[in-house]
């Protein structure tokens, strides 16, 4: 079966030209002009994918994508966005988005995100009740490094008793860092493990997700967790 992708975006030349080629390239594409519309459409049959434009009138892509993350529908979304400045791309992640292409962008591009992110999807599951610190390990699944706590199976991870909040490529990157605590990881080798695609050393998606998730792990007198290596990567140690 195609895979389904929900497109939104109100430029009616790019819309159409991404529902052509999203068409052709396999996909069963559901395409609209507004938020509005997105989210009718995506209550009335869940897609495999979202590909959002940020920036649409009334309800834009950034609104329709909180309105299904507090529904509980972890549908993976790929923002489209114009905005290039750091603090517009961290809002898209804030927002719950799994991954952003900046316009103008290649449609190749395009399709390795959207592999990347269907390779990565896992049928959601019923979100456990917040906990004020983590069960005791009695199975030995949880991974631990730094002063983290991480249990991969039910996707939470922990600094102390903090439970935090990531999005899933947030809790993918952290749980790669904590399995290689203490080891350098260069770009590489996180692209690929990450996304599947290495995007080049031109691109800054790597470090705006490493950037947005120091601020969720970051605590007022605590030591920093992910260090970087210039030139090289990163390594997840205390100090």
Known sequence: MPHTVLLAEDDRAIRNALERALTLEGYRVTAVADGVEALAQAHRGRPDILVLDVMM???????????????????????????????????GLDAGADDYVVKPFDVEEVFARLRALLRRAAPAAPAPEPLAEPEPDTSGRFLEAAGLRMDPQARRAWRGRRELELTRT?????????????????????????????????????????????????????????HTVRGVGYVLREG
């Open 57 to 91: 009138p009334g309800i834009d892509g950034l609104q329709v994508c909180r309105v299904l993350r507090a529904e509980g529908d972890r549908t993976p979304v790929l923002m489209l966005t114009a905005l290039v400045e750091t603090a517009d791309r961290i809002a």
């Open 170 to 226: 947030e809790f993918e990157l952290l749980e790669l860092l904590i399995r290689h605590a203490g080891i350098v990881l260069d770009h590489s080798t996180i692209y690929d493990r990450i996304w599947g695609y290495d995007f080049g050393p031109g691109s800054k998606n790597l470090a705006v997700y490493v950037g947005y998730l120091r601020r969720k792990l970051d605590e007022p007198g605590a030591p920093q967790l992910i």
